[in-house]
């Protein structure tokens, strides 16, 4: 109590601005009467993320949190923009893809993997201007990916490295460019980029455009058994609040089990979420192709984990070659 108490003072003498603290922050109603901690899940609104919006729409996180607790939702563009939320406190969990994971906890941040979100899902397409037909026509083009080092990127690159192509980054000719996947079908068609290594269903609605396939999921580099998102959370919120941590991984697990039963109601729930966010409303053929592509699991292979970061290094994302023993901590999933 003493340390809700403290947080209610520093949140009323800084005007609100919350303290960076791996604990849940204390909030007020205004009055003092009555107060709650706030808990907020960070995601993307994007396929791979749908167990956050299940579990937002179903209430899931309230229902395992329970009435003393607020929760709060907040998406995000990129991994980096997650990670940086994570590292400050202004967030204590969510889903992430595990490249920008592993690249900050390299780098010394307290961040766990506490279980898998979604796996698969990764697409390299060409646009149709690009006059790309294989993988021997790349040299001196442009490709996309959500952020440098990002999982798609570090997927593609890897995958590539097998026929001597290499990017610009690393003294190869392939042009690399950074973007949201969201603006991918505009610059195609402006031929600004060539290719992008890119997630559903973005993947599917670019080629319902027109776009081509150059590597499919179960062809990139591991591509059906990398998670390709994550939940995460700090070390320091484990250490301190493991009830918190364990209810939020409940409330994750509900989320994902209900998407493998409930496909047709998870599919139009994704839809209607992605739209309130992005202004963006999918077509559901669209979802359904996307999904043909992406499994969800809460099931995290440390060793591919490991081999997936090994890969970081080599392309020269990781300044040194990573040990990601300490990484993952799934010992709260209850199967």
Same mark, same amino acid.
């Given at each position: 109590?003493?340390?809700?108490?403290?947080?209610?003072?520093?949140?009323?003498?800084?005007?609100?601005?919350?303290?960076?603290?791996?604990?849940?922050?204390?909030?007020?109603?205004?009055?003092?009467?009555?107060?709650?901690?706030?808990?907020?899940?960070?995601?993307?609104?994007?396929?791979?993320?749908?167990?956050?919006?299940?579990?937002?729409?179903?209430?899931?996180?309230?229902?395992?949190?329970?009435?003393?607790?607020?929760?709060? &939702?907040?998406?995000?563009?990129?991994?980096?923009?997650?990670?940086?939320?994570?590292?400050?406190?202004?967030?204590?969990?969510?889903?992430?893809?595990?490249?920008?994971?592993?690249?900050? &906890?390299?780098? !010394?941040?307290?961040?766990?993997?506490?279980?898998?979100?979604?796996?698969?899902?990764?697409?390299?397409?060409?646009?149709?201007?690009?006059?790309?037909? /294989?993988?021997?026509?790349?040299?001196?083009?442009?490709?996309?990916?959500?952020?440098?080092?990002?999982?798609?990127?570090?997927?593609?690159?890897?995958?590539?490295?097998?026929?001597?192509?290499?990017?610009?980054?690393?003294?190869?000719?392939? %042009?690399?460019?950074?973007?949201?996947?969201?603006? &991918?079908?505009?610059?195609?068609?402006? !031929?600004?980029?060539?290719?992008?290594?890119?997630?559903?269903?973005?993947?599917?609605?670019?080629?319902?455009?027109?776009?081509?396939?150059?590597?499919?999921?179960?062809?990139?580099? &591991?591509?059906?058994?990398?998670?390709?998102? *994550?939940?995460?959370?700090?070390?320091?919120?484990?250490?301190?609040?493991?009830?918190?941590?364990?209810?939020?991984?409940?409330?994750?697990?509900?989320?994902?089990?209900?998407?493998?039963?409930?496909?047709?109601?998870?599919?139009?729930?994704?839809?209607?979420?992605? %739209?309130?966010?992005?202004?963006?409303?999918?077509?559901?053929?669209?979802?359904?192709?996307?999904?043909?592509? *992406?499994?969800?699991?809460?099931?995290?292979?440390?060793?591919? *984990?490991?081999?997936?970061?090994? /890969?970081?290094?080599?392309? %020269?994302?990781?300044?040194?070659?990573?040990?990601?023993?300490?990484?993952?901590?799934?010992?709260?999933?209850?199967?």
């Amino acid at each position: 109590m003493k340390k809700g108490i403290l947080f209610a003072l520093i949140s009323v003498l800084l005007v609100g601005v919350l303290a960076a603290c791996g604990t849940a922050n204390t909030g007020s109603n205004g009055s003092g009467s009555d107060s709650k901690k706030e808990v907020v899940i960070g995601y993307f609104p994007n396929i791979d993320h749908v167990p956050a919006m299940i579990a937002k729409e179903k209430g899931y996180f309230e229902e395992a949190l329970g009435e003393d607790v607020k929760v709060t &939702y907040k998406t995000f563009p990129d991994g980096a923009a997650f990670m940086t939320a994570l590292k400050t406190g202004d967030i204590h969990a969510g889903l992430v893809g595990p490249g920008p994971v592993m690249n900050n &906890y390299a780098n !010394g941040a307290d961040v766990k993997i506490l279980a898998g979100a979604s796996s698969g899902g990764t697409v390299i397409v060409a646009s149709e201007k690009s006059g790309v037909q /294989s993988i021997d026509d790349l040299t001196g083009k442009t490709f996309i990916t959500p952020g440098v080092g990002c999982t798609h990127d570090v997927q593609m690159e890897t995958f590539l490295q097998d026929f001597g192509i290499t990017s610009a980054r690393i003294g190869g000719t392939l %042009k690399h460019v950074t973007g949201n996947p969201a603006q &991918y079908g505009a610059m195609f068609e402006s !031929g600004k980029v060539d290719l992008a290594a890119v997630p559903e269903p973005w993947a599917s609605m670019l080629v319902n455009d027109g776009a081509k396939v150059i590597v499919d999921t179960d062809e990139i580099s &591991y591509g059906t058994t990398l998670p390709n998102t *994550v939940l995460v959370t700090s070390g320091k919120l484990i250490e301190e609040d493991k009830e918190l941590v364990a209810a939020i991984v409940k409330a994750h697990e509900k989320g994902v089990n209900f998407i493998n039963e409930n496909r047709e109601e998870a599919r139009d729930i994704a839809i209607k979420a992605i %739209k309130d966010i992005t202004d963006q409303e999918l077509d559901p053929a669209i979802v359904d192709s996307a999904w043909e592509r *992406v499994t969800y699991t809460t099931e995290v292979n440390a060793e591919v *984990v490991q081999e997936f970061a090994n /890969s970081s290094f080599e392309l %020269k994302f990781l300044k040194e070659k990573p040990e990601f023993s300490d990484l993952i901590d799934t010992h709260f999933l209850t199967k």
